[in-house]
Nanobody, 119 residues
Framework: QVQLVESGGGLVQPGGSLRLSCVAS????????MGWYRQAPGKQRELVAT???????NYSDSVKGRFTISRVNAKNTVYLQMNSLKPEDTAVYYC?????????????WGQGTQVTVSS
């Protein structure tokens, strides 16, 4: 069983910062890409940022220059540093990882963490 657990969400004022963390645990042999997605009320889930095991990153245009994704492979952990937050960044943020476990490779999701940007 593989689990992803996010933390670090909360309420922040516009212009503020938050750092999200996600730890993968369980029967893990290897992790390929890890990433963050978000879903605002009434909208579809969308890509925020991804990072490969080698450190290559990809960002959505809406967060480029404000958010930074990073990971520590030895800790099976991925981070999302969010700066200059805007009200439109308000959403539930989900961690995703492509994981090799006992049953082979598969995409795994965390339970989500709420980020609210409001004055």
């Amino acid at each position: 069983q593989v689990q992803l657990v996010e933390s670090g969400g909360g309420l922040v004022q516009p212009g503020g910062s938050l750092r999200l963390s996600c730890v993968a645990s369980g029967s893990i042999f290897s992790i390929n890409a890890m990433g963050w997605y978000r879903q605002a009320p009434g909208k579809q889930r969308e890509l925020v940022a991804t990072i490969t095991s080698g450190g290559s990153t990809n960002y959505s245009d809406s967060v480029k220059g404000r958010f930074t994704i990073s990971r520590v492979n030895a800790k099976n952990t991925v981070y999302l540093q969010m700066n200059s937050l805007k009200p439109e960044d308000t959403a539930v943020y989900y961690c995703n990882a492509y994981v090799q476990g006992r049953t082979g490779w598969g995409s795994r999701w965390g339970q989500g963490t709420q980020v609210t940007v409001s004055s």
